[in-house]
C-alpha cells in the first residue's frame, strides 16, 4: 500500500502534467487524479495520527496501572 508521501508526489505529477498539456479535457482528468491522490493522502494521514493518539494513550494507561 502506498504511503501518503508517495500519494501527495503522485498529486504534485498530476498538477505537472496538468500544467504541460494544452488538452482541456486531459487538465481537467489530471486534476481530478492529483485531487483524489491528495484526498487518499489526507486519509492515510489522519488513520495515522489516530493509530498514534491510541498508542499514546494506551501507554499512559499502562503506566498509571502500574
Given at each position: 500500500?502506498?504511503t501518503?508521501?508517495?500519494?501527495?508526489?503522485?498529486a504534485?505529477?498530476?498538477?505537472?502534467?496538468?500544467?504541460?498539456?494544452k488538452?482541456?479535457?486531459?487538465?481537467?482528468?489530471?486534476?481530478?487524479?492529483?485531487?483524489?491522490?491528495?484526498?487518499?493522502a489526507?486519509?492515510?494521514?489522519?488513520?495515522?495520527?489516530?493509530?498514534?493518539?491510541?498508542?499514546?494513550?494506551?501507554?499512559?494507561?499502562?503506566?498509571?496501572?502500574?
Amino acid at each position: 500500500m502506498p504511503t501518503s508521501k508517495e500519494y501527495r508526489h503522485r498529486a504534485e505529477e498530476c498538477l505537472r502534467l496538468a500544467n504541460e498539456t494544452k488538452e482541456s479535457f486531459a487538465r481537467m482528468g489530471m486534476l481530478e487524479l492529483a485531487a483524489e491522490f491528495r484526498a487518499k493522502a489526507q486519509q492515510l494521514e489522519l488513520r495515522e495520527r489516530r493509530a498514534n493518539t491510541r498508542q499514546r494513550l494506551s501507554s499512559a494507561v499502562v503506566r498509571v496501572r502500574r
